[in-house]
């Protein structure tokens, strides 16, 4: 799916990451599965506008971009191709919303041109989105209300989430590398005096 060249990269970096991060590489590379697979080859050579590179230079170079510096670079990918699927399946958002609130109205500005009754797909998280309906509030004013109802995630985010949980925290073994084994002598305990 995604090529040799691609897979070797992409392989490499897991095996550079620590036993315990592994599973998150690995769950990345789960994401880049299943987005290349929905999105096509052609997604890896795009540049993403202004100062972004396109993924294949992100896997090159294996450096994470501002405002992603807190993940690797595997992982901004997969946030990327998570984000691509889903505004290609339910197009794109029209505003960002933090779910750590439940509050459902009023979230975000509405765009202009809006009316009651239509549902706007919002982003919550890296392929998550769930629609907010138009609303007349009594003072004739127009809100949105969120529908938590039908929040969802694209397949390449779901995917990295599944993977993630089964894989649990590692240490997972890739091939091309023999495990290692340590072993050293404990010193006896000291005797009590």
């Given at each position: ?50 100062k972004l590179p396109a993924p294949d ?42 779910l750590n609130s439940w509050q459902a ?68 073994r890739l091939p091309g590398r023999a ?15």
């Open positions: 799916m995604l090529g040799d060249e691609r897979t070797d990269r992409t392989l490499e970096l897991a095996l550079g990451a620590q036993l315990t991060r592994r599973s998150a590489e690995l769950a990345a590379i789960a994401a880049l599965l299943v987005g290349t697979r929905e999105l096509g080859e052609g997604w890896w050579a795009k540049p993403r506008g202004g230079e992100v896997v090159r170079t294996a450096v994470a971009i501002e405002p992603w510096t807190d993940l690797t670079a595997l992982e901004m990918l997969a946030a990327w191709i998570s984000d691509d699927a889903a505004d290609q399946m339910w197009g794109a958002p029209v505003a960002q919303v933090d109205e009023d979230r975000f500005g509405l765009p202009p041109g809006v009316k009651p009754g239509q549902r706007l797909v919002v982003h919550f998280d890296a392929g998550g989105r769930l629609d907010a309906v138009v609303a007349r509030r009594p003072d004739e004013e127009l809100g949105s209300n969120l529908d938590f109802q039908s929040l969802r995630y694209s397949r390449p985010a779901e995917a990295q989430w599944s993977w993630g949980v089964a894989a649990g925290l590692g240490p997972h495990p290692t084994r340590t072993r050293a002598r404990c010193p006896p305990r000291p005797s009590a005096s």
